[in-house]
């Protein structure tokens, strides 16, 4: 056997080492597609309409890399055989520790390809996971965030729904008014038509005085013309006192008496009489000292009923006040006082509660003992001017535990002791009551 062909024999072998290793690279390469296809079912399964696209790319781009490397391992190989084929037939007996060599490096070379391609692998495994999981945390919190809004769409429904149930009561209490004013200026006219006649008479008289020769006669009527004023002035009183002096078994407006002076106008509800409601900011609370005296707005909507008002309703220590609250999530508060009263306004109408009890905690009462303050009269003992600092008028201390009269748009605020948190309230309403079997 020649040189050449035992060279030849031996090179046999070398071939049939790279087609192993080429072999054995791919399987390697046969495995890791089928982990990267494991990874792919397992997230298919969760997100498969989701992801379909990203993963379609990837594999994509991990099918044509593959591609490039094995036609650079092909090259590779080709050129191994031409310098394998032109070493024998050249110098057969020079060069074979050179082709050892030069074999043993190609498969090093070879082996280091491999060592990247499935280094790659790994790293493109790692970024699908990684993106895969960033993918899922966003849909996570998209998730969330859909049934947040869901929720927030369900309140402000009901709100909608609560709106159009109160306008409803609105309209009707609206009706009831417009009956009760139209009762009240029919009776107005019949009084002022005395009054003219009785004006008219007074002017017959004064010009027949002249022509009367009897002053006695003239005497005698002006006497029956005073007694006629004094019997309406009667009258008027009767219907004045004939007025309910509470809301007892009573709903909706009411014309109540409240000592001397014109009848007030009020709403009850169940017995209670309201005396302040807060509910979308549409009456403005900032206000001046003899506004707040007088009271603002419209019972059937926000309005202050007046600080004189509730001191000739609170005067003889005999009522207790109830005051309900909505919080912005739709939650409903009471505190219950048995023991409210308002001083007159030589006191600054100075406020006088106690007797807490009700599921909203004991705010109100650090208001206690405190005169009332308004943008005009600061009447509190903070060295700040609280009423100028939120817009409205209260029994201001230093300055609050609880504030319904604020600007709306601030907040009205009510604090909870037991949770050491400040409730935002959406809607407030404060409704006295006189107590049974009080003397």
Known sequence: MSTVQIEMKSLKYEPHVADHKSHHLSRNEINEIDEDQEVDKYYKHNRFARHGNLKSLIYKKIEERLNHLEQKISIVSKKRGMIEKRVVYENPDGHIEAMKNLKEELLIKLLNVTDRVGAMEKHLKDSILASLETTESLETKMDNNQSEIKREIARVDINAARKNAELSLTREELGNLKRTVQALSVSASKLQEKSDSQQEKIANLTKNIENIPSLNATVFKAENLTHELEHVEDEYRLMVDSLPGNCDARDGLTLLKHGEGAPLLVSCHAGWIVVARRMDGIVDFDR??????SGFGSPLNEFWVGNEAMHRLTRDNCSRLRIDLTDIYGNRWRAEYDYFTVLSEESGYQLKVGGYSGNATDAFSYQNNMK???KDRDM??????????YHG????????????????SLGLTWYQSDSNEWMAVAASTMSIQRKQNCQ
């Open 288 to 293: 001046s000292w003899s506004e707040y005296a």
């Open 380 to 389: 509190d003992i903070s060295s700040t001017d609280c009423a100028a600092n």
């Open 393 to 408: 008028g209260w029994w201001f201390s230093h300055c609050q535990h609880a504030n319904l009269n604020a600007k709306y």
């Open 372 to 374: 009332f303050s308004a």
